[in-house]
Nanobody, 119 residues
Framework: QVQLVESGGGLVQAGGSLRLSCTAS????????MGWFRQAPGKERAFVAS????????DYANSVRGRFTISRDNAKNTVYLQMDNLEPEDTAVYFC????????????WGQGTQVTVSS
């Protein structure tokens, strides 16, 4: 199993920045890809960004490309989401998730961290 713990959420004004962290524990040797998702009130959970644990290759949702940056620290089993130029529309609960080696879908999720952007 893999356990994920997010941190770094909070309240920020529009145009500000936040950095989210997600640390994995347990069977971290099985990490293949880690991603960030978000869920705003009344909306479905949506993909934000992901990173390949080995190669560092990244992918972003169009709505955040150029404003958000995903990165990882393999030694710390931690993935980061640097969020710049935040907009009120970015307000949501942010979740990190893992795709394990040999799997096709995200199957471990963190508990989520709230990000609120005021206008």
């Amino acid at each position: 199993q893999v356990q994920l713990v997010e941190s770094g959420g909070g309240l920020v004004q529009a145009g500000g920045s936040l950095r989210l962290s997600c640390t994995a524990s347990g069977r971290t040797s099985m990490l293949y890809r880690m991603g960030w998702f978000r869920q705003a009130p009344g909306k479905e959970r949506a993909f934000v960004a992901s990173i390949n644990w080995s190669t560092g290759g990244t992918d972003y949702a169009n709505s955040v490309r150029g404003r958000f940056t995903i990165s990882r620290d393999n030694a710390k089993n931690t993935v980061y989401l640097q969020m710049d130029n935040l907009e009120p529309e970015d307000t949501a609960v942010y979740f990190c998730a893992v795709i394990r080696s040999g799997r096709a879908a995200y199957d471990y999720w963190g508990q989520g961290t709230q990000v609120t952007v005021s206008s």
